[in-house]
């Protein structure tokens, strides 16, 4: 059974920083594409960055780029989102998944990030 296990989001005041974690376990994930997503109320859920299998390449959405940085650990199987230079509009409650095609199955119950002004 795949699962998908997000970790690491709080309440940060504007400007602070948040390192997530996505713990990956019963799939083959080594061999995967990954990425995180975020949806903040009211609104549909976004991506945010992603990674090869390799790590050798990393995509990011326009809103947070140069302030996140996505990477994996595929011998924890584990994808880390770090998150700098935060602000109001990053709230949102994080996923990861499989990218570029993300299967419904495989969503978790993602992390809430909060940042204060």
């Known amino acids: 059974q795949v699962q998908l296990v997000e970790s690491g989001g709080g309440l940060v005041q504007a400007g602070g920083s948040l390192r997530l974690s996505c713990a990956a376990s019963?799939?083959?994930?080594?061999?995967?594409?990954m990425g995180w997503f975020r949806q903040a109320p009211g609104k549909e859920r976004e991506f945010v960055a992603a990674?090869?299998?390799?790590?050798?390449?990393?995509y990011y959405g326009d809103s947070v780029k140069g302030r996140f940085t996505i990477s994996r650990d595929n011998a924890k199987n584990t994808v880390y989102l770090q998150m700098n230079s935060l602000k109001p509009e990053d709230t949102a409650v994080y996923y990861c998944?499989?990218?570029?095609?993300?299967?419904?199955?495989?969503w978790g119950q993602g992390t809430q990030v909060t940042v204060s002004s």
């Open positions: 998944n499989k990218h570029p095609t993300p299967p419904d199955a495989y």
């Open positions: 019963g799939g083959t994930f080594r061999r995967s594409g």
């Open positions: 990674i090869t299998w390799s790590g050798g390449f990393t």
